[in-house]
């Protein structure tokens, strides 16, 4: 006789729905869905959940985006001894990012569960910080092949307690090369446990891995042309060139409605070139590959998240996991090797109903992959027709004149309309004309209308401040000055030029800025004939530096190349990044220039050599005002 959980299979495979509060989860993860807006569960979610509870072994192919996480995370959270300080359940991704991901799946799931620990574990972090969270005792550890095996050698990983098993995307571990850690990895794990596999396809190594350790699973097989052709809006253009490509990118862009994007490339390199052409076209956008520093991958995936920038490009590799509500659009600028990756980058837009667009940029030779993806997934992909330039401008005027609405609507304009008014009835120049000026002038880029005066005072306030401060500061303490409080924002004030002070004989000269503890200066080749102004190239580096603006110094503006300070100890790799990205049409090539350090030896040292003098004798010379007196031999 079936129980209940496994009657609630049958009920779905007979088409019957199901809701999660039909799930028999626990009161306080069901409380958790109502709050995140979770009713119906998808196809995958129904079918394993249950069979899950009840204690069976699953084998799942399913696309990615189709819930599978939740399918395994609510039935382990719900089965979980909470009251146990072991790890009870191994989740195996194939990327860091995916172990990431999962993780706070398991944790937003849990919220209501009291004391639940979840870590995730992969390379590239320190094992310091994944030492210490292993000690206290685990409920889930997420992980990628590599680092759990190190771990488990290390025995700072324990399984002997583990009850729950969980391979995610192995197919994928597969493809990467993972099949034999795997292998060792559940070698290592208690027999009497529960496995769930999920696979978006079942080549032979997994067959093999799930005839090996899973017991009598029950298999669940989730169509994958659900997924890409009903959420997923699929068109492809046909290109002859890179420049073609980037083009039709831009003018994509300028056609549609978007969000935030994920562009995939082939190599590492292509991520960083396409990114910077982007940014010179005035697009915010990031690069996201192999190569890159843990760290930093997570710093430019969370900037996505958060809206600071909008364009990722990225490898295949690099964006495997990765599951943003904002990716609107995903763009195939070179077309990927098969029909999974394919379906694997689509999957990163349109995930758990929501609806998504995607383009495939082609060559003439790759006609034949459409054709192969149409028959593959049973629909048909339209060739996308570009807008023209003539079309483009007319979205950008519809747009302008939309603009103009809602300031009219939105806005208190007296101060505007009287200043406007005086200067009609003062000028004879008709209402017309001065709105055509006005719009040209905001098409050139003009300046604002009204200066802020008080803010400039401020400003001046600020430098002369400043200036006395520093003064002070070295009579007090000499060299030593005190390291500046990277927690509360920059009194130094983001200025056009460097402070011009006059000399004793009334020529002007200009004043060479100490440089605060803690920070260097730098070089960059861009300044005022390039159209440079600090936001510029606050923004640049706020983005490609991962650094929050409050952390960067002052920004002299020059003519052609400006200076500013940066936090000492900047990453060799991360200058070398910088070196490459553009700001006004300009790559920055920035070069260090001084350092906070070797400007306190500089002044050690000639306080050094001024003593040594006076020990020796000798009296430094006193400056005159006036000519010098004639000396005459007698």
């Not at 072994?57 to 395994?72: E, M, N, R």
């Not at 295949?316 to 996991?321: M, Q, Y």
């Not at 149409?374 to 401008?393: A, C, H, N």
């Not at 000055?481 to 056009?496: M, W």
Request: net charge positive; aromatic share 4%; hydrophobic share 35%.
């Amino acid at each position: 006789m079936l129980n209940a959980d496994l009657r609630k299979c049958v009920m779905m495979a007979e088409g019957h729905a199901l809701n999660f509060s039909e799930l028999n989860l626990s009161s306080d993860i069901s409380k958790t869905l109502d709050e995140l807006k979770y009713q119906h569960p998808t196809p995958i979610q129904s079918k394993t959940i249950p069979l899950l509870l009840s204690g069976r072994d699953v084998l799942g192919q399913a696309q990615t985006g189709t819930g599978k996480t939740a399918a395994f995370a609510l039935p382990i959270l719900a089965r979980l001894d909470r009251n146990a300080n072991s790890v009870q359940s191994l989740v195996l991704t194939p990327t860091r990012e995916l172990a990431i991901q999962v993780s706070a799946s398991f944790s937003q799931y849990a919220a209501r569960i009291k004391a639940f620990r979840v870590v995730s574990i992969y390379g590239g972090q320190s094992y310091d910080i994944q030492l210490r969270a292993l000690k206290r005792g685990p409920h889930v550890v997420v992980g990628t092949p590599g680092r759990v095996m190190d771990h488990i050698r290390r025995k700072t990983l324990r399984l002997d307690k583990l009850r729950f098993m969980v391979l995610d995307e192995a197919d994928e571990m597969l493809r990467m090369g993972f099949v034999d850690d795997v292998e060792w990895i559940l070698q290592h794990t208690p027999d009497e446990r529960q496995t769930c596999l999920f696979s978006a396809t079942m080549p032979k190594p997994i067959q093999h891995i799930a005839n090996r350790h899973l017991r009598e699973p029950e298999r669940i097989v989730i169509e994958s042309r659900h997924t890409a052709a009903e959420t997923v809006n699929q068109r492809y253009w046909i290109a002859s060139g890179k420049d073609q490509k980037l083009e039709a990118i831009i003018r994509f862009l300028e056609a549609e409605h978007t969000e935030a994007i994920l562009i995939f490339v082939r190599t590492r390199q292509m991520t960083t070139e396409l990114s910077e052409k982007l940014e010179s076209r005035g697009y915010s956008s990031a690069a996201l590959s192999g190569d890159m520093a843990q760290r930093r991958r997570e710093q430019t995936v969370d900037q996505l998240k958060r809206g600071r920038i909008n364009i990722l490009v990225a490898t295949d590799v690099a964006a495997r996991g990765l599951d943003i509500d904002r990716i609107s659009h995903v763009i195939n600028f070179d077309a990927p090797q098969d029909v999974e990756s394919y379906i694997h980058r689509i999957g990163r837009t349109g995930r758990a109903g929501r609806n998504g667009e995607a383009l495939l940029i082609i060559t003439h030779r790759e006609r034949r992959f459409v054709k192969t993806l149409e028959r593959v997934l049973r629909l048909k992909i339209s060739e996308l027709l570009l807008p023209s330039y003539e079309e483009m401008q007319q979205r950008r005027i519809d747009r302008f004149t939309q603009h103009i609405l809602a300031t009219i609507s939105e806005n208190n304009l007296s101060s505007y309309r009287s200043l406007l008014e005086k200067f009609i009835s003062k000028s004879e120049v008709s209402s017309v004309d001065v709105a055509a000026a006005l719009a040209r002038m905001l098409d050139e880029g003009a300046e604002p209308l009204r200066l802020q005066q008080n803010r400039k005072m401020t400003a001046v306030r600020r430098e002369k401040t400043l200036r006395s401060t520093e003064k002070d500061n070295e009579k007090k303490q000499g060299s030593g000055r005190k390291a500046r409080n990277f927690d509360s924002p920059a009194p130094i004030e983001k200025s056009y030029k460097t402070s011009e002070l006059k000399n004793g004989r009334g020529n002007k000269k200009k004043q060479i800025r100490s440089l605060p503890e803690g920070m260097e200066r730098f070089r960059v080749e861009v300044g005022e004939v390039h159209g440079a102004n600090p936001s510029h190239l606050v923004g640049a580096l706020a983005n490609e530096a991962m650094l929050d603006s409050k952390h960067i110094g002052k920004i002299d503006i020059g003519p052609d190349h400006s200076f500013v300070d940066l936090p000492e100890g900047m990453p060799k790799e991360l200058l070398r990044d910088l070196k490459k990205i553009w700001v006004c049409d300009q790559r920055l090539k920035i070069v260090r220039v001084q350092s906070a350090s070797s400007s306190v030896e500089s002044r050690q040292k000639k306080k050094a050599k001024r003593a040594k003098k006076r020990a020796d004798g000798s009296t430094p010379k006193k400056h005159r005002k006036g000519p010098r007196p004639t000396i005459v031999d007698i």
